[in-house]
C-alpha cells in the first residue's frame, strides 16, 4: 500500500477499505459535494447534513471509487465527522489525516490520504460561499425595489 507503520494501523486501515462504515447516500442532504484526485481520477461523494444552525455536522455517507488509502481515509473521516463543528472541519489539514490514520504516508500517497477531507472542505466552502452570493443578491433586490 505504500504506507509504513504499526501492524495495528495496517490492519484498522485495511478493515475500513474492506468495510467502508458511512457509505451510500443521504435523501435531502444540506449538499453533495463530487471531488476526484487529478493524479489517478479517483472519486469520492460525499453527502452531507449540517444542523438547523449549520455550525454542526449532524450526518455523513459517502461513496467512492479508488486506492485503499483514498477509500480507508473517506470511511474514517466520516466516523469522525458526525457530530463535529463545521469550523474544526475547516481547520483540519494534512497532519490530521496522517494522525488519524496512524500510518507514515509517502509523499506519493497524501493526495490519496487527503481526498475525502478535501472533498468536506470544499463542499462546505462552496455550499456556504452560495449561501453568501444569495444573501447579498437578495440584500441587491431590496435596495432595487421602488419605494
Ligand atoms: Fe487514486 Fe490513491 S491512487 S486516490
Known sequence: MGI?????????????????????EIEDPTFTHVGENPMCGDEIRMDVVLSEDEETIEHVAFRGDGCAISQASASMLTEELQGMAVADLRAMDRDDIVDMLGVDISPMRVKCAVLAEKVAQDGVDIYFDELDIEKTMTEDDDAETPE
Open 4 to 24: 509504513g507503520g504499526s501492524d495495528m494501523y495496517r490492519q484498522q486501515i485495511l478493515d475500513h477499505y474492506k468495510n467502508p462504515r458511512n457509505t451510500g
